[in-house]
């Protein structure tokens, strides 16, 4: 027996906060006037301090320092560029390769029910760095969801992350 979809039944939660930020431009200081993502690729940090998991010709993975979950890892070409379609093929092909390698170590580490693969492509969107396309990749279980955003305007990280750092990049396919 199937169940009428009745939209009018669906709870609804409203993030009023969220409407601020979608409606004012914000202006992000800059060592080099580039992406906070350029900034971090001219860091002469080491990659274990900047959370990159793995480097290639054309892009990089790194872990998401204000993770939605643990194992949070965001896939961008080194070059800032806004939308999916400034990219050029060599650097597409890096990417999407990149995305399927980040998949497979967030499965290998965290062995998930499922893993989000997903991009904000402009402010409009939801992108909280418009200015350099990057693909968010999320390792999800059956009943993750928590309510602490909504409560409490918190979110519960279960491992600090440096651990998700050592988990996924000993996980990083060769």
């Not at 002469?44 to 993975?61: F, N, S």
């Not at 050029?88 to 995305?99: G, T």
């Amino acid at each position: 027996m199937t169940k009428n979809f009745e939209p009018n039944r669906i709870g609804r939660l409203w993030a009023g906060w969220r409407s601020s930020y979608v409606s004012t431009k914000q202006e992000r200081p800059s060592i080099d006037s580039g992406s906070v993502f350029e900034d971090i690729f001219l860091s002469d940090d080491p990659d274990v301090k900047k959370y990159i998991l793995w480097e290639g010709k054309y892009c990089a993975a790194m872990l998401n320092t204000y993770p939605y979950v643990s194992g949070h890892t965001l896939v961008l070409p080194k070059r800032a560029v806004p939308n999916l379609l400034d990219l050029s093929k060599d650097e597409s092909s890096e990417i999407w390769q990149a995305v399927n390698d980040s998949v497979a170590a967030i499965t290998n580490a965290y062995n998930p029910h499922g893993v989000n693969v997903g991009m904000n492509i402009g402010r409009a969107a939801g992108a909280s760095i418009p200015e350099h396309l990057h693909v968010h990749c999320l390792p999800r279980w059956e009943g993750d969801t928590t309510f602490l955003t909504s409560i409490a305007e918190a979110k519960m990280i279960p491992e600090p992350l440096m651990s998700s750092y050592e988990k996924l990049k000993k996980n990083w396919p060769s």
